[in-house]
């Protein structure tokens, strides 16, 4: 991925087997002629999940692809679900990266309906 192109991020927070707090950040450039190659950047675990402890990930994982310098400018989309923790992380890094915008996506809001439905008939 060159420093020069601009980027999407999501990251999504999941528990392991052992119940500890997982965050995986998958990221991909931003091209209209083509589709890209998405690719899982990094897995953080937490001690906690919040909008501090999100933004801490999405800042982590844009070092390792600009170890240099972080190109703020070229983060342009943040793709994550509709947690109250998501979308105040998202509101503190837009303060960072001025050109991003925030899209909570729907297919996250259908697991959680699929989740309870499983959870209430076995």
Known sequence: M????KIWVSIDETSDVDGRFVANVVVDNLKHEQPGEIFLLACEVLERVNNSSIAVVFNNAVNLLWPDKVEQENALLFVSDAAPYMIKAAKVLQLLYPKMIHVTCLV???QRVAEEVHA???
């Open 120 to 122: 209430s008939y076995p």
């Open 108 to 110: 996250y809001t259908l």
């Open 2 to 5: 060159s420093v020069k192109n």
